[in-house]
């Protein structure tokens, strides 16, 4: 990357291992990034979300080939939200800008304190992962619109957030690029073994739906689309990740109600990186039902291995997608349309080399990540 400025000294403030999920991935990595191209620090958590307020099993990242950031400091706690503010005071000195994430409102009070601590003696530049909430309520839409006042830097991934944050912080410079690929070797160069069962024959075909299992990723409606789907054609849905609440129960109840718990392939935890390339090479077509969303690194984790996806069009979901090449799209919300969706993708032959260039396309993507938030710090 050219004309980046080399006398800054960047403070990253995000999640890392040994949390796990995407957003403790995206952090390390751009954290990585970062020290590619500037002097940085990464501050991090010696404790997260209470186990009231996690409401996944709260386990260590499981990965034999974690994603680690060397050298962050781990001097925040959920539990103390001073400590943002004790941290802000200190990087007043030290720093020349401040990066942190931002992707749900329980981090409001903690970086609105960061805020206070900075005292506008030092940018701060909030790296919004989601702007809002997926669980999204009047209360929290007021918050969220607060703390985003605490600044008018921002790094966003889509149109579509940039369009939110300039809505409630008009005087915003709102610096937008695509969420990179993950690009680790961890992923997609596994040699594990795919820990799902062999096929029920070579007609069958697979559908993968991958990540947390939360209400608003609408597997629901991927469960009530699967007869309609099944009539065309034999598929067996696998779900790979770890439910909340009580979602396994609704979805369990749901399959035999329906009667297709025979077509279901459930993996109840999260899963490894070391299992994710295998787990996505064993399935057909990646489906993302989502009822709403902004982005999402299970559209990047389809097109760094070359999968084909099945998306609804919602969010910046559909941005990722080249009709008839590397997916579809169907409507949010709608089993109807999501099977009749996915019955057409089967039908798709999909070509490997328009899945590999879609990819190749994507390589550059950290790069012009940090060219996107160099544009901050002028």
Request: aromatic letters at 8%.
């Amino acid at each position: 990357m050219s004309n980046t400025p080399k006398d800054k000294h960047i403070a990253l403030i995000g999640p890392t291992y040994p949390y796990k999920g995407g957003i403790s991935q995206y952090s390390t990595l751009f954290f990585q990034n970062l020290n590619r191209h500037f002097s940085a620090e990464m501050h991090t958590y010696k404790s997260l979300y209470p186990s009231w307020l996690f409401t996944g099993k709260s386990e260590p990242d499981p990965s034999s080939q974690a994603m680690t950031a060397d050298g962050a400091i781990h001097d925040l706690s959920f539990l103390n939200p001073f400590s943002f503010y004790t941290l802000g005071r200190k990087l007043r000195h030290t720093a020349s800008h401040v990066v942190a994430a931002w992707w749900t409102i329980a981090w409001m009070p903690h970086l609105c304190l960061l805020a206070l601590g900075l005292n506008k003696k030092i940018p701060l530049i909030f790296w919004c992962l989601n702007v809002m909430d997926h669980e999204n309520r009047p209360v929290k839409r007021l918050l969220t619109r607060f703390v985003l006042k605490q600044t008018n830097l921002f790094l966003a991934d889509n149109i579509q957030d940039q369009r939110q944050i300039l809505k409630w912080v008009p005087n915003a410079r709102v610096a937008v690029s695509p969420l990179p690929l993950l690009s680790s070797p961890a992923i997609t160069e596994s040699k594990a073994p795919s820990p799902l069962p062999a096929r029920k024959n070579s007609q069958t075909r697979r559908l993968l739906f991958f990540g947390f299992v939360r209400p608003y990723k609408g597997l629901m409606d991927l469960i009530r689309a699967l007869p309609e789907i099944l009539k065309s054609h034999p598929v067996e849905l696998v779900i790979a990740g770890e439910f909340w609440l009580n979602a396994k129960d609704e979805i369990t109840a749901e399959l035999n109600h329906l009667q297709i718990t025979g077509h279901v392939i459930i993996l109840d935890r999260y899963i490894p990186n070391e299992e994710i390339g295998p787990i996505y090479r064993d399935c057909d077509l990646v489906i993302m039902p989502y009822r709403k969303a902004a982005g999402s690194g299970i559209v990047n984790l389809a097109v760094e291995l070359e999968r084909p996806l099945v998306v609804t069009n919602t969010g910046a979901l559909p941005d990722s997608i080249i009709p008839g090449k590397t997916g579809l799209i169907a409507e949010p919300s709608n089993p109807s349309s999501l099977a009749e969706t996915i019955v057409k993708a089967l039908q798709t032959p999909f070509k490997p080399e328009d899945l590999a260039e879609a990819h190749r396309k994507r390589a550059c993507g950290w790069d012009d990540f940090i060219a996107a938030l160099a544009t901050l710090l002028q």
